[in-house]
């Protein structure tokens, strides 16, 4: 069974950072390319990054480039989100995702198939 299971939110001052990780299983790892994403309380969901396991090749929205960092390692089928400088408007569920790499790497986000259960990222001022 493909599963996906986010872990490592929880609350923070802003300023602060915090790490999420994304343990991948069920997956031929190498194939997929990882996503991470959130929504906050009445908004739609923001593609925030992804990684193609195969090639190291990452992607960010605007809303958190230079803040926040993708990885992946792949010994652990692990992909992780570093999220500094974290704000406010920073707080809400954070959802890790899967899709074949041959979709990513043209510069948006496409519809990812597989979806973890999501962990809170609270941020306050």
């Known amino acids: 069974e493909d599963k996906l299971v986010e872990s490592g939110g929880g609350l923070v001052q802003a300023g602060g950072s915090l790490r999420l990780s994304c343990v991948a299983s069920?997956?031929?790892?190498?194939?997929?390319?990882f996503g991470w994403f959130r929504q906050a309380p009445g908004k739609e969901r923001e593609g925030l990054s992804y990684?193609?396991?195969?090639?190291?090749?990452?992607y960010y929205a605007d809303s958190v480039k230079g803040r926040f960092t993708i990885s992946s390692d792949n010994a652990k089928n692990t992909v992780y989100l570093q999220m500094n400088s974290l704000k406010p408007e920073d707080t809400a569920v954070y959802y890790c995702?899967?899709?074949?790499?041959?979709?990513?790497?043209?510069?948006?986000?496409?519809?990812?198939?597989?979806w973890g259960q999501g962990t809170q990222v609270t941020v306050s001022s």
């Open positions: 995702a899967a899709v074949l790499s041959r979709f990513l790497g043209y510069g948006f986000f496409p519809t990812f198939d597989y």
């Open positions: 990684i193609k396991s195969s090639d190291g090749s990452t």
């Open positions: 069920g997956f031929s790892f190498d194939r997929y390319g």
